[in-house]
């Protein structure tokens, strides 16, 4: 499969709990970006991360990215019930403007 | 200013039928994506355009898929004699230019189901 790896395939929290999600991907990269899919229906795009960084914050989002491993994770921090959702990575076949997705983290916040 | 659109958000058809999914970019967006997502699913690339060209098909599963841009703008996805298998969401996503380094912003889906 091209796809990436989403893991954990779902995830449940407290609210105000933070949340990890993890994203392994195959090819080369120039950078990695996240998504967020709220009911099964169109993505978001949450935050962009380069090759040459290893850590980016957003508000509440740190990603972090290790090429060596082809890994980058996601970090909620400070939950919110708001944050339920499916949280995808995605990269591009480096040359290509092909996006291949994870296969994605159900993130289940509870009040 | 206006998202990206589709049409129709649900379509129903029997087996064997041709359809047609639409897609309406973000103005000025010369980049276009169209992708399948099938239930619980990750994203499965099928094709691209910039501007109306589609430099790369290989993601379209089979002959029966195809898509075409007109006027750098809306986007048509055809599937003819559906399958079962094709039962899926249809998104598609648009973006100011092709680059690993532009968002893409995605419509709110096209919810097929083949009897």
């Known amino acids: 499969s091209q796809q990436g790896e989403e893991d954990p395939q779902a995830l449940s929290i407290q609210e105000g709990e933070n949340a990890t999600m993890n994203c392994s991907y195959k090819t080369s990269i120039n950078n990695l970006q996240w998504y967020r899919q709220n009911s099964g229906r169109g993505l978001v795009h949450l935050i962009l991360i380069r090759s040459n960084e290893r850590e980016k914050h957003s508000g509440r989002l740190r990603v972090t990215l290790d090429t060596s491993k082809k890994s980058s994770s996601l970090l909620i921090t400070a939950s919110r019930a708001a944050d339920t959702a499916s949280y995808f990575c995605?990269?591009?076949?480096?040359?290509?403007?092909?996006?291949?997705f994870g296969t994605g983290t159900r993130l289940k916040v509870l009040a | 200013g206006a998202g990206v659109s589709q049409s129709p958000s649900n379509k129903v058809t029997e087996k064997g039928k041709d359809v047609e999914l639409r897609c309406d970019p973000i103005?000025?967006?010369?980049?276009l994506y169209w992708y399948r997502q099938s239930l619980g699913q990750g994203l499965e690339f099928l094709i691209y355009f910039q501007g109306n060209s589609a430099p790369d098909k290989s993601g379209l599963p089979s002959d029966r898929f195809s898509a075409e841009r007109t006027g750098g703008s809306v986007s048509t996805l055809t599937i003819q004699r559906t399958q079962q298998e094709d039962s899926a969401v249809y998104l598609c996503?648009?973006?100011?230019?092709?680059?690993?380094?532009?968002?893409?912003?995605f419509g709110p889906g096209t919810r097929l189901t083949v009897t």
């Open positions: 995605a990269t591009v076949f480096t040359g290509t403007y092909k996006y291949i």
């Open positions: 103005s000025g967006h010369t980049a």
């Open positions: 996503a648009s973006s100011r230019r092709t680059g690993e380094m532009y968002e893409q912003y």
